[in-house]
Structures are given as C-alpha cells and as structure tokens.
C-alpha cells in the first residue's frame, strides 16, 4: 500500500514563504504523477499544482507565478515552493500520487493522497 505524507505546513505573515513537503512511500511506488491540492474551509477542493513525468501544471488563477512544484532529489518526493502568501491562501494542503487518468486537477485522477497540512496565513 502506498502511503502518501505532507509536512512543512505553519503560520505565517502575509509575504511571507513556506516549503511544503510529500514523500510517497514506499520508494518503489509508481510517482511519475504527483500534485498538490488544497481545500479551505467552505470552499471545494482545488489543485494548485502538478509534475507528471517532466510535465509541470499550475492553477494559474489560484498560485499567480507565486509558488512552485519541484521534485526533490529522490522521485518519491515532491514540494511545493510558495512565497508571496496571501491570507486567502490559507487551507489545508494535501499531496497526491499515482495518475489513474482525469484532469490533474481532478482529486479523483489519482490513486492516493496524503492526509494533509494546515498553512495559515495572516494579514
């Protein structure tokens, strides 16, 4: 079973940066696909990015040049570069693995997902 887990989420001022973590293990498992969602609370679940292969996907309207997916040096882990955060940013992250095929913002085009972590962003 693969497991699917984010880390690097906190509080920040408004400008302020954060580097969001996801390590799929186990190292074996099928990561050529992985992305980044958020959810903020009321509000539907919404992919901020994605790496499939060397192919990289933004919600433009949502990361407006602000953040930035990259594959670490081992291709089970990817992050997520965010500067410039806004308040509006503030959501729970949550990272996904394994392309089942569908949109890569679809949350159902993938196989598993993490469980998440809290970024908040104050003004």
């Known amino acids: 079973q693969v497991q699917v887990a984010e880390s690097g989420g906190g509080s920040v001022q408004a400008g302020g940066s954060l580097r969001l973590s996801c390590v799929a293990s186990?190292?074996?498992?099928?990561?050529?696909?992985m992305s980044w969602f958020r959810q903020a609370p009321g509000k539907e679940r919404e992919g901020v990015a994605s790496?499939?292969?060397?192919?990289?996907?933004y919600d433009n309207s949502t990361t407006s040049g602000r953040f930035t997916i990259a594959r670490g040096n081992s291709k089970n882990t990817v992050y997520l570069l965010m500067d410039r955060l806004k308040p509006e940013d503030t959501a729970t992250y949550y990272c996904?693995?394994?392309?089942?095929?569908?949109?890569?913002?679809?949350?159902?085009?993938?196989?598993?997902w993490g469980r998440g972590t809290q970024v908040t962003v104050s003004s």
């Open positions: 186990p190292s074996t498992a099928n990561t050529d696909c």
């Open positions: 790496i499939v292969g060397s192919f990289i996907n």
């Open positions: 996904t693995a394994g392309c089942r095929g569908g949109p890569w913002s679809s949350w159902s085009s993938y196989f598993y």
